[in-house]
């Protein structure tokens, strides 16, 4: 696809359910809904609101407010899920791995013993 024939994205298709990402210079619109990734010709107002009445019946009289607190929603899941990828790449499976190596045989018996039994519900 040439520069000219670049589809660019507005902020106003947030109403439709969708936001922009860019990937080798193309602007790609990502529903926030089902997280689908349409290609850079379907950036016309007909195709997106096209996908969001065939895949969201339900949603296509909700106002553009519901849009944007589904993207808040969607950003603050990313941020967790970047959290949570940088906490288990710092593990230290060293340790883990030694408790696992050792000769050492815990005595269970002295474990369960200690642990406070839950009553049935």
């Known amino acids: 696809m040439s520069g000219a024939n670049k589809r660019k994205f507005s902020d106003e298709y947030i109403k439709y359910g969708f936001i922009v990402i860019e990937r080798n210079g193309f602007h790609l619109p990502p529903c926030v809904i089902c997280h689908t990734v349409l290609s850079n010709d379907a950036l016309r107002p007909g195709r997106l609101e096209r996908h969001s009445s065939?895949?969201?019946?339900?949603?296509?009289?909700?106002?553009?407010?519901?849009f944007t607190a589904k993207l808040h929603e969607l950003n603050r899941f990313?941020?967790?899920?970047?959290?949570?990828?940088?906490?288990?790449?710092?593990?230290?499976?060293?340790?883990?791995?030694?408790?696992?190596?050792?000769s050492f045989n815990p005595r269970i018996s002295d474990l369960v013993r200690k642990?406070?039994?839950?009553?049935s519900h």
């Open 54 to 66: 065939t895949n969201h019946k339900a949603l296509k009289e909700k106002p553009k407010e519901f």
């Open 78 to 102: 990313s941020a967790l899920v970047v959290l949570k990828t940088k906490q288990h790449n710092r593990l230290d499976v060293e340790n883990d791995l030694r408790c696992v190596l050792s």
């Open 115 to 119: 642990k406070q039994q839950h009553p």
